[in-house]
């Protein structure tokens, strides 16, 4: 048997740990290998400048494309109340007695108190005269109130705190900024005051399942769709007690005819008291008279921009142009008075300009137009063009002034265009393809200068 001596051990370890050494070295890195320290990462972009130079410029997402004259541009994202990082530090619990005694350890925890609300579920949205923005959350059994003017400031109306809330669906306020909410669970209408305090409820007796609302300050009528009786009712807006109803009641959800509707969601309110109503499962608009007489009715099934797929939200513009917001199709679509498609935005997607399940709109003094969806809950805020504004821009360009004049899309007083915090994209987004409408209409795309 080979034995070999003590001192020839020491002398094969002390090899091996020489050739360790050797190996390790010429395996180190270059630069630790030379003394150099390793260069420093560089500094992360603020929030505020990754919107303009690291992605794209969220205020020059307008519709049609330029070099076209804007009439639609993208503002403003609201998603809730404003998020404390610092609520969710995780902070370590102090040992008790016993965890001491047994020798555990203790895991971090975040405080879960007081943490700030979210849009989850949204549906109706209003606009009172202070330019505040309300927005009705199903999930959250609440109405966000976000004040444009001091950003990051929401207050909430919430179930079980100012009123109790079944199931909330539709938003309108008078001209003295009452707040009417209608509530699909509770059947009935909610009518707070200026102070946001429950005055009266009314609608119990005639609603099955109230969805969409709407004012005629003027005429001084309130109409509350009934999505569960194919009706839109019509209350006296300051007695608040029941006068008529348009359509024909029906449970069955069948009814096609003129002047019928089949499980309606919204409704408008035009300058002349004209009605409009989104005829949902009829895939239409129908427009009434100030009296409920049926006028003319407009749109198609289909999965084209000039279709309707599902119509939810509707408003009217300053000009008397018809705003429908397609929930299947994840537009807003802009229509004149005898149904032909004037431009659409949109498309299915979280960024800013896209939709992901949209809902109500509504349309301020501003020409803001407020869009809400329920899949994330979010509230976009749009600018509406005029069309004095377009043709003064227009005239301007064909004179040949070589200096631009104000910028139709931020005239007049409106909110920052700087979205809220938490809604800048995860990475480099391309733009989307422009869409087309009719060739003799202003083309439709999405665009975002980067």
């Not at 330029?66 to 109340?81: K, N, S, Y």
């Not at 960024?351 to 407020?370: E, H, K, L, S, T």
Request: glycine share 10%; proline share 7%; hydrophobic share 40%.
């Amino acid at each position: 048997m080979f034995h070999c001596r003590p001192d020839s051990r020491r002398r094969v370890k002390l090899g091996v740990a020489a050739l360790s050494l050797v190996a390790l070295a010429l395996l180190w890195p270059a630069p630790l290998r030379a003394g150099k320290k390793k260069a420093e990462a560089p500094a992360p972009i603020p929030l505020g400048q990754q919107r303009t130079k690291a992605y794209f410029d969220i205020s020059k997402i307008v519709w049609p494309n330029p070099p076209a004259i804007p009439r639609i541009a993208f503002q403003d994202i609201f998603t809730g109340q404003k998020i404390d990082p610092d609520l969710f530090t995780q902070k370590a619990r102090k040992k008790n007695w016993m965890d001491r005694l047994a020798g555990t350890q203790t895991a971090d925890e975040i405080k879960m108190d007081n943490l700030p609300y979210q849009l989850t579920r949204t549906y109706g949205v209003g606009v009172d005269s202070k330019g505040a923005i309300y927005a009705a959350d199903q999930s959250v059994g609440a109405v966000f109130i976000f004040d444009t003017e001091k950003k990051g400031h929401v207050e909430l109306i919430g179930h079980g705190i100012q009123a109790n809330f079944g199931l909330i669906v539709g938003v309108a306020l008078d001209d003295d900024d009452s707040l009417f909410l209608t509530d699909a669970k509770l059947h009935r209408v909610l009518k707070f005051n200026s102070k946001r305090e429950a005055v009266s409820s009314f609608g119990a007796d005639e609603l099955i399942r109230p969805g969409g609302i709407a004012i005629d300050r003027e005429n001084r009528f309130i109409y509350v769709v009934d999505s569960g009786n194919d009706v839109v009712d019509v209350f006296d807006a300051d007695k608040l007690t029941f006068l008529r109803r348009i359509g024909k009641p029906s449970t069955k959800h069948d009814q096609a005819d003129p002047g019928t509707f089949s499980l309606p969601e919204c409704v408008a309110v035009d300058k002349q008291g004209n009605v409009y109503v989104t005829d949902t499962f009829n895939n239409r608009i129908e427009i009434f008279d100030a009296d409920g007489k049926f006028i003319s009715t407009f749109g198609k099934n289909g999965d084209g921009p000039v279709s309707l797929e599902r119509p939810k939200g509707i408003a009217v513009d300053c000009d008397g142009h018809i705003w429908v917001v397609d929930a299947a199709q994840n537009l807003v679509k802009v229509f004149d008075q005898n149904g032909r498609l004037l431009i659409y935005f949109g498309g299915q997607g979280y960024y800013p300009g896209q939709f992901m399940g949209p809902w109500g709109v509504a349309i301020d003094q501003r020409n803001r137009v407020i869009v809400s969806e329920t899949f994330p809950g979010r509230v976009q805020v749009f600018r509406y063009v005029t069309d004095a504004e377009a043709a003064a821009e227009k005239a301007r360009r064909e004179s040949g002034e070589s200096k631009p004049g104000a910028s139709p899309v931020s005239s007049g007083k409106g909110p920052s265009a700087t979205p809220a915090a938490g809604v800048t994209p995860e990475r480099k987004t391309p733009a989307p393809e422009a869409s087309q409408a009719k060739p003799e209409l202003p083309a439709n795309g999405y665009s975002a200068a980067r």
